[in-house]
């Protein structure tokens, strides 16, 4: 019978020997394990080693797990950034699409500013052309003819560049606060701030008139933006009407004021003191003691604290600001029989006018005064007479009317001691001249109104608002530029005829 030996190794020293038996996993595609055969072991070791083998199958699990999460994570990475470019295609194509528009719209600024400035040039230079042979110039001689041509060309591009700085001026939001803007000259003042683009603080003494108004000016804007087009709806994208209750009177309240157009729209471009009351037509003996206070604390008391305020805000800020103070009846020292309380004021409002140009001569706030005449408001029918209402007839116009010749100056306003009147000579001699087919216009003979109600007017004026009449054309022209160009045609004319005076046949 066989003998069988046994024998006995130590498993360190085999291990040291032959490390492929460490205890080592090896693991397989099919999740084989390689690991020491056991008859090598101490039952101590053999416990270790069976405690590290479940730990290690463990961990091969969780490897297994990881692997699995690379797997599915890369997958997705691959569907994510496939996405992402099939969108930043889109927003790419989107973005090229803005900047096209954005293009096409500066493009068309540009001519539109070009065929201006050509219109400008070549009109001034028809005119000093026709005052030449107008004033006795001989058609045959070419060189004075060019001459006056070319003295037209630098007037028409003096004039022209104007036109352009002035256009390019107008773009942008204005920030604008308008005091008593809830009925009258100031609704329509900020109805058309509004719809120029600007951003619009109205306030009045009655929070519930301040509500209606932000709701009324609100669907006014959604209806011009419904019909505007690409351009004209871009730039009444920033457009926005807030509004806050503020007793002129009471300081605390102007600050408030202040402070809540600086929170709502950030800072004050423009602000216009326009609250005011007449309390009628009547002798000074029959004002009692609180009409008088009242019309002074608004019309007086008021503006200088709402100046004082804006002069604070504006002076703090890098662009500065333009504050109008409103000019009416008594402005110019005039006497004014009937409303001698209300003239008083507004002559007292010339003065602060006056001082505080010297007072801030080198600072950055622009004082400004804008005179719109006579407006068909309340302030102005309250106590009026059928002799009053005929003389209306003639010279006064609706508030909507004068806000549109007022508003786009008041936007390009520059510098300090800019007065923007409505009643301009030339209005006030074509109404004089029109007088008689004025008559019945706005009152019958027996002092009745003829005029259609604030609402029907509104939808009139939209429609009329968006045509661009001749009469428009002729607003682009400041009044001083028809009267350079008169002027500067009859003395160029003059001159050409004075130094060529000896060469015309028969001299």
């Known amino acids: 019978m066989a003998t069988v030996a046994k024998i006995h190794l130590s498993p ?28 090598f072991r101490s039952e101590e070791e053999g416990e270790a080693a069976e405690k590290e083998m479940g730990s290690e199958r463990k961990c091969g699990k969780s490897s297994n797990q990881l692997e699995y999460k690379r797997r599915v994570n890369k997958v997705l990475g691959v569907l994510k950034s496939g996405i992402l470019k099939v969108s930043s295609r889109s927003r790419s194509q989107d973005r090229f699409r803005e900047e096209l528009e954005k293009f096409e719209e500066n493009l068309s600024s540009i001519a539109l500013q070009i065929g201006r400035y050509i219109v400008t040039m070549m009109s001034t230079g028809v005119v000093l052309l026709t005052g030449f042979q107008l004033s006795g110039g001989e058609a045959q001689m070419d060189a004075l003819i060019w001459y006056s041509w070319l003295g037209g060309i630098i007037i028409g591009t003096m004039i022209g560049s104007n036109m352009v700085l002035e256009e ?43 509500d209606m108004t932000i709701r009324e000016l609100e669907d006014s804007l959604k209806e011009v933006i419904a019909t505007a087009g690409g351009s004209s709806r871009k730039n009444l994208a920033q457009a926005k009407v807030v509004g806050i209750a503020c007793d002129v009177c009471n300081p605390r309240d102007v600050q408030k004021l202040a402070n809540f157009a600086v929170n709502e729209l950030g800072s004050i471009d423009i602000w216009i003191n326009n609250a ?23 019309n007086l008391v008021g503006s200088i604290l709402c100046t004082r305020e804006a002069m604070h805000v504006m002076g703090s800020q890098d662009k500065g600001g333009h504050i109008f103070n409103m000019d009416g009846a008594g402005s110019g020292g005039s006497s004014t029989p009937l409303t001698a309380v209300y003239g008083s004021t507004k002559c007292g409002l010339r003065q602060l006018q006056s001082s505080l140009l010297k007072e801030c001569k080198r600072s950055k706030v622009g004082m400004h005064t804008a005179s719109p005449g006579m407006v068909l408001t309340d302030l102005l029918l309250s106590g009026s007479t059928i002799q009053n209402k005929q003389m209306f007839n003639i010279i006064c116009e609706h508030p909507e009317t004068v806000a549109r010749t007022l508003v786009p100056r008041m936007r390009v306003v520059k510098g300090s001691g800019k007065a923007i009147n409505y009643l301009t000579p030339p209005r006030i001699l074509l109404a ?25 007017r509104l939808r009139n004026w939209a429609e009329s608002r968006t045509r661009f009449s001749f009469t428009d054309a002729m607003e682009m022209y400041t009044e001083d530029t028809w009267v350079s160009v008169f002027s500067l045609s009859v003395v160029c004319a003059f001159i050409i005829l004075s130094s060529t005076g000896s060469t015309l046949p028969g001299t």
């Open 12 to 39: 360190l020293g085999f291990r040291r020997s032959l490390g492929m038996f460490d205890p080592i996993n090896v693991e397989g595609r099919r999740g084989l394990w390689v690991r020491p055969c056991r008859s």
């Open 168 to 210: 390019v001026s107008r773009a942008g939001p204005r920030n604008v606060i308008i005091t008593g803007s809830t009925r009258g000259l100031g609704k329509a003042l900020a109805r058309e701030f509004l719809l120029s683009g600007d951003r619009v603080v109205v306030a009045s003494h009655s929070p519930e008139s301040v």
């Open 276 to 298: 005011g009351t007449n309390k009628g037509f009547r002798p000074l003996l029959q004002f009692s003691h609180e009409d008088i206070q009242q019309i002074v604390s608004t």
């Open 432 to 456: 004089l001249v029109t007088a008689w087919l004025r008559r019945g216009r706005w009152f019958d003979a027996q002092g009745r109104a003829l005029y259609a109600a604030e609402a029907d």
